[in-house]
């Protein structure tokens, strides 16, 4: 089973009191698809948000993980005051289904 060091959503290493602090199974495979969803795309959003664009692009990035079996649900819900999507996202994984949510912004790296 792969490990990881664990990040926090800013993409700083997380530290624990006695160091770094390593994760693996379901919460390496989805700090994983965050960092993927993170450097992905976001051409459908700039300009113009275009939806089906968005789920076709969101669902090629997570297949990029070889442990994702398959996209179950990606349903995203756009603001357009904030320039933002938030996506609801399930996924089948090699090690049991992952379920949750990742915001990706027009005007920044997210």
């Known amino acids: ?4 060091l664990l990040y926090t959503t ?3 290493l997380y530290l624990g009191p006695n160091g770094p602090v390593e994760i693996s199974g379901l919460d390496e495979i ?4 965050d960092f993927i969803l993170m450097t992905m795309d976001t051409s459908w959003l700039i300009g113009g948000y275009d939806e089906n664009a968005a789920i076709s692009t969101v669902n090629l990035a997570l297949k990029q993980d070889k442990r994702v079996i398959d996209v179950i649900k990606v349903s995203p819900s756009y603001d ?17 289904t ?13």
């Open 1 to 4: 089973m792969a490990k990881d």
């Open 30 to 33: 989805k700090q994983t698809l």
């Open 98 to 110: 992952l379920d949750f949510r990742k915001e990706l912004r027009a005007d920044a790296i997210n």
């Open 10 to 12: 800013d993409g700083d």
């Open 80 to 96: 357009n005051e904030n320039h933002t999507v938030d996506f609801y996202i399930i996924v089948n994984t090699t090690l049991g």
